[in-house]
Nanobody, 125 residues
Framework: QVPLVESGGGLVQPGGSLRLSCVAPGFTLDYHTMGWFRQAPGKEREGVSC?????????IADSVKGRFTISRDNAKNTAVHLQMNNMKPEDTAVYYC?????????????????WGQGIQVTVSS
């Protein structure tokens, strides 16, 4: 298990932006997928976006496509960022960073991988 630390959450108005970051202190995650899930109250956890550390391939959920962008720390493969623009109230959720060696895609779920503690994102006026 690799410790993952999330930052950047908070309260934002509809139409605003936030940038989430996830770092793995002391670890270089070569040949890994890192990404984000979110869970709103009363709903199941859903995949938002992921990125591979080796080839840079990405996945973005349809619900956030065109508004969210994922990127990684190319130099050391120790961090991943989620830029969230034009945010909507339905983006309100706890966002979780995750990492494991599996392939990035719509079906990626690191059941036995590493997870962050989660960070609250609230979109409200």
């Amino acid at each position: 298990q690799v410790p993952l630390v999330e930052s950047g959450g908070g309260l934002v108005q509809p139409g605003g932006s936030l940038r989430l970051s996830c770092v793995a202190p002391g670890f270089t995650l070569d040949y890994h997928t890192m990404g984000w899930f979110r869970q709103a109250p009363g709903k199941e956890r859903e995949g938002v976006s992921c990125i591979r550390s080796d080839d840079g391939s990405t996945y973005i959920a349809d619900s956030v496509k065109g508004r969210f962008t994922i990127s990684r720390d190319n130099a050391k493969n120790t961090a991943v960022h989620l830029q969230m623009n034009n945010m909507k109230p339905e983006d309100t959720a706890v966002y979780y960073c995750a990492a494991d060696p599996g392939p990035c895609g719509a079906y990626w779920y690191p059941r036995f991988g590493s997870w962050g503690q989660g960070i609250q994102v609230t979109v409200s006026s």
